[in-house]
């Protein structure tokens, strides 16, 4: 009794249908198109389109990032490579005196000072050497501090230091041609 019931037998039922059944060809050839062309559905692109911005966007940063790194080791290797000239030449000129090497920005600075030094002593030469031109121009700056607010009454001083003005350059001219 019950012996029946517990064994285990196939639970598979077949039926057989007395209809044929027919599929019409519309969908015969919209499944095969589907099964040949593997066309996502417009959510499952929008989907897969994100993935990828994503993951592209990740590169993109990644690579920044390196390169970044990269320009950072090169300027480093260059800095280093400059001071090592640097304090090879200095050590060629002045002996193995490591501290007093000077970078290139401070020795173009100092050059310059020396250029604008070198270049006031040469102006206060060439006006010592045309005296009437330095007599006048005093003579125009006295006037215009004695009348400050009637600067036009100086044109007679005004006037001679043109003429010494160009006396000199007269000469100067004359000079070039000798």
Not at 59 to 76: D, F, G
Not at 83 to 110: H, I, K, P, Y
Not at 138 to 143: D, G, H, K, L, Y
């Amino acid at each position: 009794m019950g012996a029946g019931q517990s064994k285990s037998g196939s639970d598979e039922k077949i039926f057989y249908s007395e209809t044929p059944i027919q599929f019409g060809e519309h969908v015969v050839n919209h499944l095969t198109d589907n099964a040949a062309s593997p066309i996502p559905s417009p959510e499952r692109q929008s989907t897969i389109d994100a993935q990828i911005r994503s993951r592209i966007q990740a590169e993109l940063e990644h690579l920044r990032q390196q390169e970044e790194e990269v320009k950072e080791a090169i300027e480093r290797a260059l800095e280093k490579e400059n001071l090592d000239r640097e304090t090879a030449m200095a050590g060629q000129e002045e002996g193995s005196e490591a501290g007093s090497v000077r970078n290139s920005a401070v020795l173009l600075g100092d050059l310059e000072e020396l250029r604008t030094k070198v270049e006031r002593f040469h102006s206060r030469q060439a006006l010592s050497e045309f005296p009437e031109v330095q007599a006048a121009s005093e003579a125009v700056v006295s006037c215009y501090k004695s009348h400050p607010s009637t600067t036009l009454e100086c044109w007679r001083e005004v006037n001679q230091f043109k003429n010494a003005v160009t006396q000199v350059e007269q000469h100067y001219i004359d000079s070039l041609r000798a």
